[in-house]
């Protein structure tokens, strides 16, 4: 059975996600890559675009929307590039990262210790995730064109919670059982 | 001697973009089914599953399998007896690449310089090309799409010539369990052998457009291309990472004659959706 998320995703409801379970998330998400966050914290003085608090962010730049569509093939984009921004993101209230691809122990403890859960979307399938992105706009950073920061109307999004807020890691646990020596 | 004119190949070239990037062949759709019925993890199933409807999807309303369209790779192979009319072979190619990008709605990722700026081209120029003088009068153009998830997790070694045939397989086989869920699994995976430094990396690109299925004509390289899949699939990786049996859909391997003192070896991880399309004018 999914479980329904719809945003803001509280770290309460985080605390209660577990590696495995699979979710369908609906809200308001944003889209970030390594462009979007470098520049975010390099004038975090001046505040975020975004509301940052309880915010999930999708690693993802879609391809250019066709007319009449509100997004192009939109999949996640290899997180360990955000590795480096994301503890600092954690920190200021980030709680759900969506992406693919292993993250650093450093992201790890600072989902253990914060409150934030890592959820995989299937890497390669932009098309069918699009089809589950109602309305898409940019918010930020316009000039970064598929980097930009988009704000994404989503409705039940597909994602398995790959790390959770306890530090247990799918990537870890689940090749070692069907691995065959 | 045959004359084709810029035009015709900016026309084919912005076509084999939107092709290659909207519609999967079918000989890694068929691959997929083949995963779907030995797979034993039902996440891994459901997994196999989405990628074949996205396919579907992709192919019914004409966009991008996925938003990753790639930096543009083409194999140029021209006859010597072809004469390009109306400008270079190069700048023609590069309008087609820049066309169907635009025209197409595909995501343009390419940046000017590296390490700085990194100021997006807005058109996915310049291509990489590579060019290859055939007998004959045609031009052979493939277009192929490379994304950036699978290319990061690519590797040269410059073996030994004492590593020998374990040390290639063996290198293979650490570069696929590095790589993890991070190139999309499940991977196909293009290796190149001997050569030098770059011709290694040429190879193992080349060795990607190889079908799904076939593997190579010199038995050598079939056994080494058979035990690579055989225990890809057994390192558990599975689809996404998240464990399976279908870590790897199909390795191919080229080769070239090498120095006496080496034995590079190449290896481009390439995703699920790796893509090809091609031409002969």
Same mark, same amino acid.
């Given at each position: 059975?999914?479980?329904?998320?719809?945003?803001?995703?509280?770290?309460?409801?985080?605390?209660?996600?577990?590696?495995?379970?699979?979710?369908?998330?609906?809200?308001?998400?944003?889209?970030?890559?390594?462009?979007?966050?470098?520049?975010?914290?390099?004038?975090?003085?001046?505040?975020?675009?975004?509301?940052?608090?309880?915010?999930?962010?999708?690693?993802?730049?879609?391809?250019?929307?066709?007319?009449?569509?509100?997004?192009?093939?939109?999949?996640?984009?290899?997180?360990?590039?955000?590795?480096?921004?994301?503890?600092?993101?954690?920190?200021?209230?980030?709680?759900?990262?969506?992406?693919?691809?292993?993250?650093?122990?450093?992201?790890?403890?600072?989902?253990?210790?914060?409150?934030?859960?890592?959820?995989?979307?299937?890497?390669?399938?932009?098309?069918?995730?699009?089809?589950?992105?109602?309305?898409?706009?940019?918010?930020?950073?316009?000039?970064?064109?598929?980097?930009?920061?988009?704000?994404?109307?989503?409705?039940?999004?597909?994602?398995?919670?790959?790390?959770?807020?306890?530090?247990?890691?799918?990537?870890?646990?689940?090749?070692?059982?069907?691995?065959?020596? | 001697?045959?004359?084709?004119?810029?035009?015709?190949?900016?026309?084919? *070239?912005?076509?084999?973009?939107?092709?290659?990037?909207?519609?999967? &062949?079918?000989? $890694?759709? =068929?691959?997929?089914? /083949? %995963?779907?019925?030995?797979?034993?993890?039902?996440?891994?199933?459901?997994?196999?599953?989405?990628?074949?409807?996205?396919?579907?999807?992709?192919?019914?309303?004409?966009?991008?399998?996925?938003?990753?369209?790639?930096?543009?790779?083409?194999?140029?192979?021209?006859?010597?007896? *072809?004469?390009?009319?109306?400008?270079?072979?190069?700048?023609?190619? &590069?309008?087609? $690449?820049? =066309?169907?990008?635009? /025209? %197409?709605?595909?995501?343009?990722?390419?940046?000017?310089?590296?390490?700085?700026?990194?100021?997006?081209?807005?058109?996915?120029?310049?291509?990489?090309?590579?060019?290859?003088?055939?007998?004959?009068?045609?031009?052979?153009?493939?277009?192929?799409?490379?994304?950036?998830?699978?290319?990061?997790?690519?590797?040269?070694?410059?073996?030994?010539?004492?590593?020998?045939?374990?040390?290639?397989?063996?290198?293979?086989?650490?570069?696929?369990?590095?790589?993890?869920?991070?190139?999309?699994?499940?991977?196909?995976?293009?290796?190149?052998?001997?050569?030098?430094?770059?011709?290694?990396?040429?190879?193992?690109?080349?060795?990607?457009?190889?079908?799904?299925?076939?593997?190579?004509?010199?038995?050598?390289?079939?056994?080494?291309?058979?035990?690579?899949?055989?225990?890809?699939?057994?390192?558990?990786?599975?689809?996404?990472?998240?464990?399976?049996?279908?870590?790897?859909?199909?390795?191919?391997?080229?080769?070239?004659?090498?120095?006496?003192?080496?034995?590079?070896?190449?290896?481009?991880?390439?995703?699920?959706?790796?893509?090809?399309?091609?031409?002969?004018?």
């Amino acid at each position: 059975m999914d479980i329904s998320l719809h945003t803001p995703i509280t770290k309460e409801t985080v605390r209660k996600l577990k590696a495995g379970d699979t979710v369908r998330i609906t809200g308001i998400i944003y889209t970030a890559r390594d462009a979007a966050h470098k520049r975010m914290l390099e004038n975090k003085d001046k505040g975020f675009p975004i509301d940052i608090k309880d915010c999930t962010i999708y690693f993802a730049g879609p391809s250019p929307a066709k007319p009449g569509e509100p997004v192009g093939a939109i999949g996640p984009t290899t997180s360990y590039r955000m590795d480096k921004y994301s503890p600092e993101m954690i920190k200021y209230g980030e709680t759900v990262m969506i992406g693919k691809g292993k993250r650093s122990a450093e992201v790890v403890e600072a989902m253990k210790k914060y409150g934030c859960v890592y959820i995989g979307a299937v890497g390669g399938a932009g098309a069918l995730l699009a089809s589950h992105v109602e309305e898409c706009r940019t918010v930020a950073y316009e000039d970064l064109g598929a980097e930009a920061i988009y704000e994404l109307k989503v409705k039940d999004f597909p994602g398995i919670v790959v790390i959770d807020s306890y530090g247990e890691n799918l990537y870890e646990t689940e090749p070692e059982k069907y691995r065959k020596d | 001697m045959k004359i084709i004119n810029k035009d015709t190949i900016i026309e084919n *070239v912005k076509n084999l973009c939107i092709k290659a990037n909207c519609v999967l &062949n079918s000989d $890694i759709k =068929r691959a997929f089914e /083949e %995963g779907l019925k030995n797979e034993e993890s039902p996440t891994a199933k459901t997994i196999l599953s989405n990628l074949i409807e996205n396919a579907d999807i992709a192919e019914k309303r004409n966009m991008p399998i996925c938003q990753d369209t790639g930096m543009a790779v083409v194999f140029a192979d021209i006859g010597q007896e *072809v004469y390009i009319e109306g400008g270079s072979l190069s700048d023609a190619i &590069n309008e087609g $690449i820049r =066309r169907g990008y635009t /025209e %197409g709605f595909l995501r343009k990722s390419v940046v000017y310089d590296p390490v700085c700026d990194r100021k997006n081209t807005k058109d996915n120029t310049p291509a990489i090309i590579h060019y290859n003088i055939t007998e004959g009068d045609s031009l052979k153009i493939t277009v192929a799409p490379k994304g950036f998830g699978s290319e990061n997790m690519s590797r040269i070694y410059m073996l030994k010539p004492s590593d020998g045939r374990d040390g290639v397989i063996d290198c293979v086989l650490k570069t696929i369990e590095e790589a993890g869920p991070n190139p999309c699994p499940p991977m196909i995976v293009g290796v190149g052998i001997g050569g030098n430094f770059e011709y290694s990396a040429y190879l193992a690109k080349k060795a990607l457009l190889r079908p799904v299925g076939k593997n190579s004509e010199k038995p050598y390289l079939e056994k080494i291309e058979k035990e690579i899949l055989e225990r890809a699939n057994k390192t558990g990786i599975g689809p996404q990472g998240l464990g399976g049996r279908t870590t790897v859909l199909w390795a191919a391997c080229e080769d070239y004659p090498t120095h006496i003192a080496g034995m590079p070896i190449a290896i481009n991880i390439s995703c699920h959706v790796t893509r090809h399309s091609e031409c002969i004018l």
